[in-house]
C-alpha cells in the first residue's frame, strides 16, 4: 500500500502546531491568580530608549528575585496604585508604571 502524504497535508499540519499551542497557552494564561507577580507593568515597546537603557541599566524585573523581601513596593522611590492589585509607578523611571512585586539595583529601604 502506498501511502503518500500531500504538501497540502504537510502544511496544514504545520500549522496546526503552533496554533493549537497558542490556544493552549492562552488558555493557561486564563488561570492567573491576580498577583501583583504575574503583571507585567513595563511595556518596552511602549518605551523611549533612553528609558529603556535606565530599566536595562538599573536591571529592573518584574518579579523580585529577593523574593517578598525586596520588592517596588516597599521601596522609597515606589508611588502606589491608584487601585489595589495595579501597577505602580516610580521616581527613579520617571514615574512610569513598575510592577509592585518587581525589583531594581536602585531599591532603597523606605525612610
Known sequence: ?????SRRTILKRGLQIPFGGSVFFGLAACGN??????????????????????RRTLKYTEISPHGSSKVCASCAFFNAPAQDGGCGSCEIFARKPVNPGGYCDSWSVDA
Not at 500500500?1 to 502524504?5: E, G, N, P, Q, V
Not at 491568580?33 to 537603557?53: P, R, Y
Open 33 to 54: 491568580d491576580g498577583s501583583s507577580s504575574a503583571m507585567v507593568c513595563a511595556d518596552l515597546n511602549m518605551m523611549t530608549s533612553a528609558e529603556e537603557s535606565v
Open 1 to 5: 500500500m502506498d501511502k503518500r502524504i
